[in-house]
């Protein structure tokens, strides 16, 4: 549809609550947005574009045409689009990138041998159900802690049927297990202390502490005193295990705080969640700037609530959000709880909410400060070589010895990054003597017919090669690509005293000086010293094993094994060379002993 056709349509709507769906030219859903009024809604996009933000622009631009459903009420609408956003992922949508929600605690004391275990979901099937803490980590952390107080079993013992058959595992060595499999180890007992667990995820740490010490100070009035003992270390753990909170009952938290910051280019969207007063944890999410705050927050609340399936009791907020009534039933369906929304103006709630924010700001503040340093890095280097920002630049380095073992290297910094995934290492083929040009030559011209062949890891291009070297190094380089037909911007490395690179020199031998400026500075030189570091680093590899096993390989009869076991036995080639016949028969065959030996004492015998 033509952008006149779409605006004639968008006036065509009714003035009816509903979902629109914008589609590209493939019929790819872009974009899913919900509205009181779907006609004054939906027009706005097809009416003064001038005057929208340059991402709503571009989106409008991918617009081919759109879909409506129009819904019975505001409420339909809201659980439609929510819907919608999680099936289609838009692309111009603020999506959540973590939705995977929260794993729970799963306990079912009708089980004989009732056990705690971490599961993703619940499931109607009579057991209780306990959190969600946080991260999968987070959980297993509250499942261990609890374990270790109550000394529960955290082998993959099944009772009652493992119980007597194997001695106690290490936890019981380690007084972390009461030796549940043992015999003796009563199935009430077990229970018992299972209530006990189950008291304590309930956040009952009170009841069970007074339960524990009772029992203790009854075994201390009848004798048993290693018994009480027992139960006093029991009572250590629980209080202990109190006063840190680590269990909270029944949600991750009583009360989330909203916090929303936006630095230059970055927006973060940041939930601290409060337990008694208790900082617990944070959740955030990093996204672009957006068009609408409100808008932005509010479809992250929905994606991150109902991703979820949790409710707390309260949500503290930076400011009102246009369906908040809509967004607290939605989850009022959905996790049996309706959350209280509120937007403190004063008092100790206004404090959180700032704290919050200040997370949030600090946050976006902090990844923005590094993306958009190496963003503004590349574009002055772009500048500085009269080029667009080079996205991917590729590094060149020789190395080599008196013309032994000559090497090359081939980094790669992706967006200012090193991509370490794609560093490319080069042994130099049909050379002996040392001859960096023609080194080069072959190394760009390897890596180059790779990629015109479309070959697994050489098929991306490069927007500038540096090669490590002045003017003739650059200029057999862009030689190496003018053979083959390419052309890649090339540029020479040019060193100080130092060693660091303090211009870049172009094959017709203009230089460009770098070191006046400290972030170009810096960014060229990590490419020089890493591009160097990968080439000497392969280069002392080859070495060394030719030193280490060059004369061995000459020797008839022994292979690698007999090398190695050479080696271990005399730990150096020089103690090889200096050992007698016999002993070196002692361990090898008779004529392979005899070639070592043999070997290692040529010129004795001619002479």
Known sequence: MTFEELKEKALSLPYAPGVYIMRSKDDKVIYVGKAKKLKNRVSQYFQDTASHTPKTRIMVSKIHHFDVIVAASEFEALVLECSLIKRYSPKYNILLKDDKGYP???????????????VSKMADDGAEYFGPYGGRSVTHDVMEAIRLTLKLPGCRKEFPRDVGKDRPCLNYHMNQCAGWCQVGKSCSEYRLIMEQARQLLK???????????????????????ELAASLRDRLNAVEALGQKQLVTAGTLADTDVVGYGESESKACFAVLHFSGGNLLDKDYEVFARPDDKAEAVSSLLKQYYLSRGFSPKYVLLPFDLEDGDLFAELMSQQSGRRPKLRVPQRGDNARLVELANKNAFEEAQRLTDKEERVSATLELLGKMLAMDPPKRIESFDISNIAGTDIVASMVVFQDGKSKKSEYKRFKIEGLSDQDDYASMHQVVTRRFRHYQTGDKGFEDAPDLLLIDGGIQHANVALDALKEMGLHFPVF????????????????????????????VFSLIGNIQEETHRFAITYHRTLRSKRLRYSELDDIPGIGPKRKQELL???????????????ELERMLPRDAAAAVYH?????????
Do not use: C
């Open 104 to 118: 729970y605690l799963r306990l079912n004391m009708k089980e004989i041998y009732p056990q705690i275990t971490l």
């Open 203 to 225: 956040g009952n740490y009170k009841e069970v502490a007074a339960e524990i010490k009772e029992q203790m100070l009854r075994a201390a009035d009848n004798l048993e005193f």
């Open 492 to 519: 020479g490395m040019v060193k100080n005293d130092r060693h660091r690179t303090r211009a870049l020199v172009t094959p017709e031998g203009q230089e460009i000086r770098i070191d006046n400026n400290q972030a």
């Open 568 to 582: 271990k036995q005399f730990k150096s080639l020089a103690a090889i060379g200096q050992a007698t016949l016999q």
């Open 599 to 607: 070997h290692f004492h040529k010129e004795g015998e001619e002479t």
